[in-house]
């Protein structure tokens, strides 16, 4: 069966060009699925006799998110969604508001792309639950799709920050996010959608052989190898010489300054020293870096308090000279926040 709101234009094209469908047609079919979520009725596309649609219905389909919950923080207008697809699990997805320009006004979707988290990352909730399965691209683009037709403004960008580690779903994540940013499909620019990775290096390198033309972030947490295996496991598998090697391929291919995420966990990675090892570790490489609160409902791990934070900021300035910015990490109270996903809404 072939899901409407799960390939490329081109790809339906390709797969239905027997049946007798254009590219024009692909175009109106994938338009349709992705931004009403329903089957073409019969008269609405031009040109297109209802026969031929009634016989399309026999090869190609429409799915659906069924979606669970859906909860708003009533701190800072953050909302999240829970969402079933196709199988048992369960994932969540957030709509980030970008209010502070009132003549427009509009909304970021963070996606999940997997169900649960191979990696382990000792800080996030995600990386807890273990492993579960690979989302679809489908399942992907229904997230936003359904989020927008919930949103009373437009959602004009994507990140791939939600559960799961993208780049161990490539294929998919790549076929969801030009699904996105096709006019006939999301029209959400290609610049505007951001896929995260933990530092998966075979990743990166494909990223970059192929042009990609989507926003690249690395988290890396730290810049000394033996804390960054202690806290992101994927270390072991990539260790942090081979991703900077993969990392300055993708600057030397794009020329696009690098961003790197660095989740801040008080007493951790916060010190004169973390700031020099970073200096050394991206030394003529322009990037810019992310500064996130950690979020760990356990309690095991805390943010910096405001003075160790500006001390830290201050030691960047010092030693790395490269842009920083502190990234607003959002919902906390429903448990939406960066490294809280966990598939599931937080007991009320």
């Not at 649960?116 to 936003?144: K, N, P």
């Amino acid at each position: 069966m072939i899901f409407l709101n799960g390939q490329t234009s081109g790809e339906l094209h390709a797969a239905l060009a027997s049946a007798g469908v254009s590219l024009r047609l692909a175009r109106q079919l994938l338009r349709t699925a992705v931004r009403t979520g329903a089957w073409p009725a019969p008269g609405a596309l031009s040109e297109v006799s209802p026969r031929l649609l009634e016989r399309l219905r026999d090869v190609a389909a429409v799915p659906r998110l069924t979606r669970l919950e859906r909860v708003e923080s009533a701190e800072d207008g953050f909302v999240k969604y829970l969402f079933r697809g196709d199988g048992p699990e369960t994932f969540e997805a957030v709509r980030i508001p970008l209010l502070h320009r009132p003549e427009d006004p509009k909304y970021v979707v963070c996606v999940s792309s997997q169900a649960g988290c191979a990696l382990g990352c000792v800080f996030c909730a995600t990386g807890r639950l273990g492993f579960r399965r690979d989302l679809a691209a489908w399942e992907m683009v229904e997230q936003v799709a359904q989020i927008q037709a919930d949103s009373p403004h437009p959602v004009r960008g994507v990140v791939f920050m939600g559960m799961g580690e993208p780049l161990l779903n490539y294929d998919a994540v790549i076929r969801a996010a030009r699904i996105l940013s096709e006019p006939c499909g999301m029209a959400i620019a290609g610049k505007a959608i951001s896929i995260s990775t933990a530092g998966i290096v075979p990743g990166i390198r494909r990223f970059t052989a192929e042009k990609q033309p989507f926003r690249l972030v690395v988290s890396l947490t730290a810049a000394d190898p033996v804390l960054r295996r202690r806290l992101m496991p994927v270390e072991a598998a990539h260790p942090t010489a081979e991703l900077m090697a993969a990392v300055r391929e993708y600057h030397a291919a794009t020329g696009l300054r690098v961003t790197f995420a660095w989740i801040l966990i008080a007493g951790v990675n916060t010190r004169e020293d973390d700031a020099r090892q970073l200096a050394a570790l991206t030394r003529d490489l322009p990037i810019t870096l992310d500064l996130i609160d950690v979020n760990d409902p356990t309690g095991r791990f805390q943010p910096p308090s405001r003075a160790e934070l500006d001390a830290f900021r201050d030691a960047l300035t010092a030693h790395v000279g490269m842009p920083v910015a502190r990234r607003y990490s959002g919902g906390k109270d429903i448990h939406a926040a960066c490294g809280m996903l966990a598939g599931r809404l937080p007991p009320a």
